[in-house]
């Protein structure tokens, strides 16, 4: 059974840090591009970045460029996404995605 499970979320002030962790499980992961999305409440689900197999090529919606940054371990079978400098506009649910499974979501909120 092909499971995805996302960590690391929180409240936090802006300009704060965060990782974000996707373990992943019942699919061979290093065969698989990922993609982290995010849905802020009343909004539309909305792809964030994505990362291929290997890990050598990423992309990034334009509003993250420059200060999230996705990775994985295909060892640890895990995806990463990295928030830095983080806006009150990025407050949302967090989900990993591989094609045709979510996870159940991580909340970051940002707020003085």
């Known amino acids: 059974q092909v499971q995805l499970v996302e960590s690391g979320g929180g409240s936090l002030q802006p300009g704060g840090s965060l990782r974000l962790s996707c373990a992943a499980s019942g699919f061979t992961f290093s065969r698989l591009g990922m993609r982290w999305y995010r849905q802020a409440p009343g909004k539309e689900r909305e792809l964030v970045a994505t990362i291929s197999s290997a890990g050598t090529s990423t992309t990034y919606a334009d509003s993250v460029k420059g200060r999230f940054t996705i990775s994985r371990d295909n060892a640890k079978n895990e995806m990463y996404l990295q928030l830095n400098s983080l806006k009150p506009e990025d407050t949302a649910v967090y989900y990993c995605?591989?094609?045709?499974?979510w996870g159940q979501g991580t909340q970051v909120t940002v707020s003085s």
């Open positions: 995605y591989v094609p045709t499974v």
